[in-house]
């Protein structure tokens, strides 16, 4: 009975799929900028996907605004193509699409709420915009797939996302992306995805920024995420993953020269085989955190400073990543990890190397109130002003626990300081190895712990797509680590017992 009625309902559908999509491609001419907008309009009248197909190698200059947009009742500025509706794929084939400088301000593209659209093999360069999202606004709740495309030189004055703003609730996809140069005010200077899910790989990010300058004295000051901003994932249990990018001299004011992270409820990050270099953090007050990434987690609260005091079940792990010449002028040069959750933050098989701190605290990590297990890192030439040259532990509830994991040469307070706080607890779970070339102090950490120069070559390309630092022939790390990470940062499986540190050496 039941396979009776459901047979003429499948021919029902059979039937009106079959006759009623109107799935359309547009091939547009170089330089046809008309016929672009003519071809989204057309495209936008109804949910159907349909395909816009660029002149190769293309360039389409915006020599006007289209007109200007409201998100409800927000003005959201000015626009430099219509609002994509629906469902539509954009192929670049390698073309360009610029708005002319001495136009006036409007962004590259803006989608209305459920869009999905896809763009591949396409420049986006010189939006400009008062609002958010300079290159592309993407609505709420919708999908964004984003695959070869460039980003130059996009500007967003209002508070979101240089290049790209993600709206709440989307599903975001960005594969092989570049951002270079872009600039927004307040979170995220190239990419702001605000209650999204994000899946980043392949991309770089360079020399964006937030341009916030204002005194700030409130819990969230602006400027933070000089490259990517991620303000929680799509829903309770959102998922964000970014993997191996490179994010390399971004700056924010305030928080995450690199990336600003904040985690809600059950969301889960990775961070994976991605680099950071020469990010910076310029504001110097005390507020100033995290050169490389800022992340924190926690509950919402009534209260102005109580996101991180109401625990949730965020989960975060940074595998296979370096950190190298990350610079804050106040705390935290490579990482600043502040957390309310009930799970530890994972940092596996990362290398640190010259972080810095200046006038502050926390070269290379600065432990706010995290559970923090690191496990088979290296830690080399970080610097800081004060205490912690490697990790700095800064609240009674702050707790590192290290295992087969390298301090070499770190520098801080009295000269020698890999591990310092006021206050927190460190844990040395085994394995690790201590090292200062003219000082054998304590260097913050227990006495009995064991002290050798680990022999380390200067961070380089060793295979896999992170830079790291090789160990040299006889070093004492070798085949000491116990309870390892089964491969090391490159990839390369451990050999014999495993070794202490981000690097397993493999005789040749
Ligand atoms: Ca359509
Ligand atoms: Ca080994």
Request: charged share 20%; with cysteine.
């Amino acid at each position: 009975m039941t396979q009776t009625r459901r047979f003429p309902i499948f021919v029902f559908l059979f039937f009106f799929w079959g006759t009623d999509v109107q799935s359309k491609t547009f091939t547009i001419g170089n330089g046809d900028v008309k016929a672009l907008i003519e071809a989204i309009v057309e495209a936008s009248k109804n949910d159907d996907e349909d395909i816009i197909v660029l002149a190769k190698n293309g360039l389409y200059e915006l020599k006007s605004s289209y007109g200007s947009v409201k998100d409800g009742a927000n003005d959201k500025g000015g626009i430099g193509l219509p609002t994509i509706k629906g469902s539509l794929v954009i192929r670049g084939n390698g073309a360009t699409i610029s708005r002319l400088t001495s136009a006036g301000k409007f962004r590259i593209f803006y989608t209305a709420t459920n869009a999905k659209i896809t763009i591949e093999n396409l420049t986006i360069q010189n939006g400009s915009s008062d609002t958010e999202g300079a290159g592309i606004y993407q609505g709420y709740d919708g999908q964004i797939t984003l695959n070869s495309v460039k980003f130059f030189n996009n500007t967003a004055r209002g508070m979101h996302g240089g290049a790209v703003f993600f709206k709440s609730k989307n599903i975001a996809k960005v594969d092989k992306c570049e951002f270079k140069n872009n600039q927004a005010r307040d979170y995220g200077g190239a990419v702001s995805c605000l209650l999204s899910d994000l899946t980043m790989t392949n991309c770089i990010f360079e020399n964006n920024k937030t341009t916030a300058t204002a005194t700030s004295t409130k819990h969230y000051p602006e400027g933070q995420g000089g490259g990517l901003q991620i303000d929680g994932g799509r829903g309770d249990n959102g998922k964000l993953i970014i993997r191996n990018c490179k994010f390399t001299n971004n700056r924010a004011r305030v928080g995450g020269g690199g990336i600003g992270i904040f985690l809600y409820n059950n969301n889960s990050l990775v961070v994976d085989q991605c680099e950071l270099n020469q990010n910076q953090i310029t504001e110097t007050k005390d507020s100033a955190l995290g050169g490389g990434i800022s992340y924190g987690s926690g509950g919402r609260s009534n209260k102005a400073d109580g996101y991180l005091t109401n625990k949730n079940t965020a989960k975060a792990v940074f595998s296979n990543c370096t950190w190298y010449a990350n610079v804050s002028s106040r705390q935290s040069g490579g990482i600043f990890v502040g957390r309310a959750s009930t799970n530890a933050v994972q940092i596996n098989n990362c290398t640190f190397a010259n972080n810095e701190s200046k006038n502050g605290v926390g070269g290379a990590i600065e432990n706010m109130n995290g559970n923090l297990e690191i496990k088979n890192c290296t830690f080399a030439n970080n610097i800081s002003t004060g205490t912690g040259a490697a990790i700095r532990n800064n609240s009674s509830s702050a707790k590192v626990s290290v295992s087969n994991t390298i301090f070499s040469n770190n520098k801080g307070a009295n000269n020698i300081n890999h591990y310092g706080g006021p206050s927190g607890t460190f844990v040395d779970k085994g394995n690790n190895l201590y090292f200062h070339a003219t000082n054998t102090g304590t260097g913050g950490l227990p006495s009995n712990v064991k002290r050798a120069d680990p022999l380390l070559e200067n961070l380089a390309n060793n295979g896999g797509s992170t830079k790291t630092m090789a160990l040299k022939a006889g070093s004492p790390a070798i085949d000491a680590g116990n309870n390892c990470t089964t491969t090391d940062q490159r990839g390369q499986a451990r050999v014999g017992k495993c070794d202490i540190g981000a690097f397993e050496f493999v005789k040749k």
